[in-house]
């Protein structure tokens, strides 16, 4: 092998994992070789499923594993020292505890005022400190309550052996710093705003998902989150039907969504996404409501899949970098209207992306009767 040839092999090499990079959520540099590389493939957004408390944290699983309280179920909610004073809702429990050693007994109100002591909050290279609360139950049926809320300093929340059977509850709805819900051995259902502005949630557990769960409307809004992972099992999502505002304005780079077949409306759902450059698949069958879906997403590149459209109006003008097997999966997904001769449809892809199509390739829209503009 050559000299040229080999640096030639190795230029492609780098200029391939820059790509690969780049679809996986890495910040790319300005200048983009070896040197750089290591530090690019570095920046790729962690997922969910290699998701773990951060280092500095209060590490509440170690608490609760070694807590020898004899109580049938335990819930515990890291938080950051937002507040001097908290409103703690008791949620029903038996006993409360928090990190700084006060313990609340035979508590019958539905919330109270707790003065922090702050001097045991745990020291955190972050801009907060952290500390926590346990609530304990005698029974592991538990009924929250109609309007139970989580502390919006809340980072993380464990529930160990409990069966939440209100399913009523905003319960977390705009604790804008929360990061995970874990279950062990816990059944906790949800209705749409249980989650509601939880900009921080990376990614919802289907195992917290039920069918009785009908929108995801403005959950992730604002999020600096890289990469949304929405993946979830098609049976956990059935009656999911408004997707309205979900991502508007996130800083997303990638979405990963479930199988959407069911959803009706997708207002504004990615508006705003300035970084967007990729989502897995969309399937549009029942789609009524489109508009804005993709307003200012000028960089999103790549929609995986593409399937089922069937509504007018879908506009991809904004989205200027979408590219031609992209384009073509778009074009294939529209539905064949050659039959209806009574109405018009049309999709709105803008006049950069028209460029990048042939004359016989966007004849096949017009096969169907689309007008593409």
Request: charged share 25%.
């Given at each position: 092998?050559?000299?040229?040839?080999?640096?030639?092999?190795?230029?492609t090499?780098?200029?391939?994992?820059?790509?690969?990079?780049?679809?996986?959520?890495?910040?790319?540099?300005?200048?983009?070789?070896?040197e750089n590389?290591?530090?690019?493939?570095?920046?790729i957004?962690?997922?969910?499923?290699?998701?773990?408390?951060?280092?500095?944290?209060?590490?509440?699983?170690?608490i609760?594993?070694?807590?020898?309280?004899?109580?049938?179920?335990?819930?515990?909610?890291?938080?950051?020292?937002?507040?001097?004073?908290?409103?703690?809702?008791?949620?029903?429990?038996?006993?409360?505890?928090?990190?700084?050693?006060?313990?609340?007994?035979?508590?019958?109100?539905?919330?109270?005022?707790?003065?922090w002591?702050?001097?045991?909050d745990?020291?955190?290279?972050?801009?907060?400190?952290?500390?926590?609360?346990?609530?304990?139950y005698?029974?592991?049926?538990?009924?929250?309550?109609?309007?139970?809320?989580?502390?919006?300093?809340?980072?993380?929340?464990?529930?160990?052996?409990?069966?939440?059977?209100?399913?009523?509850?905003?319960?977390f709805?705009d604790?804008?710093?929360?990061?995970?819900?874990?279950?062990?051995?816990?059944?906790?259902?949800?209705?749409?705003?249980?989650y509601?502005?939880?900009?921080?949630?990376v990614?919802?557990?289907?195992?917290?998902?039920?069918?009785?769960?009908?929108?995801?409307?403005s959950?992730?809004?604002?999020?600096?989150?890289?990469?949304?992972?929405?993946?979830?099992?098609?049976?956990?999502?059935?009656?999911?039907?408004?997707?309205?505002?979900?991502?508007?304005?996130?800083?997303?780079?990638?979405?990963?969504l479930?199988?959407?077949?069911?959803?009706?409306?997708?207002?504004?759902?990615?508006?705003?996404?300035?970084?967007?450059?990729?989502?897995?698949?969309?399937?549009?069958?029942?789609?009524?409501?489109?508009?804005?879906m993709?307003?200012?997403?000028?960089?999103?590149?790549?929609?995986?899949?593409?399937?089922?459209?069937k509504?007018?109006?879908?506009?991809?003008?904004?989205?200027?970098?979408?590219?031609?097997?992209?384009?073509i999966?778009?074009?294939d997904?529209?539905?064949?209207?050659?039959?209806?001769?009574e109405?018009?449809?049309?999709?709105?892809?803008?006049?950069?992306?028209?460029?990048?199509?042939?004359?016989?390739?966007?004849?096949?829209?017009?096969?169907?009767?689309?007008?593409?503009?």
């Amino acid at each position: 092998m050559s000299v040229v040839s080999e640096i030639t092999r190795i230029k492609t090499n780098i200029d391939n994992a820059y790509i690969e990079a780049n679809k996986k959520g890495a910040t790319l540099p300005a200048l983009q070789n070896s040197e750089n590389l290591a530090e690019t493939i570095a920046s790729i957004p962690q997922r969910l499923g290699d998701w773990r408390p951060h280092e500095d944290w209060f590490d509440i699983d170690s608490i609760l594993e070694n807590d020898t309280e004899n109580y049938t179920g335990k819930i515990i909610c890291l938080l950051t020292d937002d507040e001097d004073v908290s409103t703690i809702n008791r949620m029903n429990a038996s006993k409360v505890v928090t990190s700084d050693g006060t313990v609340y007994e035979d508590v019958s109100v539905f919330s109270f005022e707790h003065i922090w002591n702050k001097k045991y909050d745990k020291e955190c290279d972050l801009e907060y400190k952290t500390r926590y609360v346990i609530y304990y139950y005698n029974s592991n049926e538990i009924d929250f309550g109609s309007f139970c809320l989580f502390n919006t300093s809340c980072l993380y929340v464990i529930f160990k052996d409990v069966n939440i059977k209100n399913t009523r509850q905003t319960c977390f709805k705009d604790c804008m710093l929360l990061e995970y819900v874990k279950l062990i051995d816990s059944v906790f259902l949800i209705n749409e705003t249980t989650y509601q502005n939880c900009c921080s949630l990376v990614k919802i557990p289907s195992f917290l998902l039920t069918n009785g769960i009908s929108s995801l409307n403005s959950t992730f809004s604002n999020s600096n989150e890289k990469v949304i992972d929405l993946s979830m099992n098609d049976e956990k999502v059935g009656n999911l039907k408004t997707l309205m505002n979900t991502f508007l304005d996130a800083k997303a780079r990638r979405i990963v969504l479930f199988s959407t077949g069911n959803v009706t409306s997708f207002f504004s759902i990615f508006s705003g996404m300035l970084f967007l450059c990729y989502i897995n698949a969309l399937d549009f069958n029942s789609a009524i409501e489109v508009r804005n879906m993709f307003s200012k997403c000028s960089r999103l590149r790549e929609i995986a899949s593409v399937s089922n459209i069937k509504v007018s109006g879908i506009n991809f003008g904004d989205c200027k970098n979408l590219s031609h097997d992209t384009l073509i999966r778009i074009r294939d997904a529209c539905y064949d209207y050659s039959a209806d001769t009574e109405n018009t449809h049309n999709i709105i892809i803008g006049p950069e992306n028209i460029a990048k199509l042939t004359e016989e390739e966007l004849a096949e829209w017009l096969q169907k009767s689309w007008t593409v503009s």
